[in-house]
């Protein structure tokens, strides 16, 4: 049976790391806000659950694309950040961006801007 | 509870349409190969179930990125192609690509080319 993740193609490769809607929404927000805890992300994923938060990170973690890092110790306390590696994703996150802001519509009114 | 797919945030709408791996891999199949039908897409994405596969079509055909048209009427035979506004994608394939030529490494040593 075929690998459907061909290792010899680097879509399939890079999709290995960061191909699922969270890990692609976790590095926007590394890319919009900088250094993030795991309850930023909890606040801004909403509707995510902390076992998936935890696998989705330890993925990113593991693909070398972001860093944990302790910013505290009395009560150790860790933030994720992007790594070189990490930042050089932004490509990718400006062309999903611009597609969306191009071909996405947005999927319901806004409230009023106050 | 905030809405992990923030309306407001085009990564996210777009994430909506073409946010899943099988997904992203269906595209770069449509955009190497042009038209393909069901079956090259399950000889190619070897490990999707067929309900995984029409699923994922479905999701992108709604979305108005890929179309299906029928080819053949005796019997009905139909293939998918990337619409105009699936074809402006394409960045995002290639910011994907290129990120993975230069980051992800080839997970197995490829054998001899013959």
Redesign the interface.
Known sequence: ????LD???????????I????S??IL?DLVLHGPRKFSDFQ??????SPNTLSARLKTLED??VIERRLYDEHPPRAEYLLTP?GA??R??????????????????P?RAAS
Not at 1 to 4: L, N, T, V
Not at 7 to 16: F, I, Q
Not at 91 to 108: D, S, T
């Open positions: 049976m075929p690998d459907p290792p010899r193609c680097p879509v399939a490769r890079t999709l290995d790391i191909g699922e809607r969270w692609f929404l926007r606040t801004s994923l909403g509707a995510i693909g070398g590696k050089a994703l490509p990718v996150l400006r062309a999903l961006r611009a597609w969306g802001e191009q071909h996405a519509p947005r999927r319901a806004t």
